[in-house]
């Protein structure tokens, strides 16, 4: 299985401040044949299901207000939310669908400072 | 609106089964690709397993800690998806959530685009 690392384990972030969440992945998640890099993003408020925020590393679903963004390849990837709102106090996730089974981070708490 | 709904949740005893349903709403279910997705108490997401479309041979795949203990169907005639579960574990106690895996026109992926509530499947002497 491809282990999902992710750092830090939490981060609190002043209001208007940039949230940096980072996750590396034990093997390659870029496919050769189409360059993609098959990594998600999720994220999870408090008594909430998660809900899906980018894919293939830094496409975002509809929807995902354009503060967060995703980057990276291969096994280095990066969630940047680029200007920290209150709504976005949540655990995020990475999570890869490059081999079954999909496989998730640990998650990274994000809190107001 | 997709709305996937879990339901069959409760307190087991180690050893006992439960079943889980989701009924889902807002998309055409026999064109899906469905997996559950657990999350213990204070923990991370786990994938449980999943069962393709008819279309794609209907055919299931689980993770290995619960292999061959749990059991995922699906009725399309009632927009309905499965999770047996037997030969419960102390370690099967989360939150269990249903999910769509994302699919195109051309391919399904193994990322979740829409998820339920989740019911709670507490396993306790």
């Known amino acids: 299985d491809i282990v999902m690392t992710q750092s830090p384990d939490s981060l609190a972030v002043s209001l208007g401040e940039r949230a940096t969440i980072n996750c590396k992945s034990s093997q390659s998640v870029l496919y050769s044949s189409n360059k993609k890099n098959y990594l998600a993003w999720y994220q999870q408020k408090s008594g909430q299901p998660p809900k899906l925020l980018i894919y293939w590393a830094s496409t975002r679903e509809s929807g995902v207000p354009d503060r967060f963004s995703g980057s990276g390849s291969g096994t280095d990837f990066t969630l940047t939310i680029s200007s920290l709102q209150a709504e976005d106090v949540a655990v995020y996730y990475c999570?890869?669908?490059?081999?079954?089974?999909?496989?998730f981070g640990q998650g990274t708490k994000v809190e107001i400072k | 609106e997709v709305q996937l709904v879990e339901s069959g949740g409760g307190l087991v005893k180690p050893g006992g089964s439960l079943r889980l349903s989701c009924t889902a709403s807002?998309?055409?279910?026999?064109?899906?690709?469905m997996s559950w997705v657990r999350q213990a108490p204070g923990k991370g997401l786990e994938w449980v397993g999943h069962?393709?479309?008819?279309?794609?041979?209907?055919?299931?795949d689980n993770a290995a800690p619960v292999k061959g203990r749990f059991t995922i169907a699906r009725d399309d005639s009632k927009n309905t998806l499965y999770l047996q579960m037997n030969s419960l574990k102390t370690e099967d106690t989360a939150m269990y959530y249903c999910t769509t895996q994302y699919c195109s026109s051309t391919s399904c992926l193994y990322y979740f685009d829409y998820w339920g509530q989740g019911t709670l499947v507490t396993v306790s002497s």
């Open positions: 807002g998309f055409t279910f026999s064109n899906a690709w």
């Open positions: 069962i393709k479309s008819k279309t794609d041979g209907g055919t299931t």
């Open positions: 999570q890869q669908y490059y081999n079954v089974p999909p496989t």
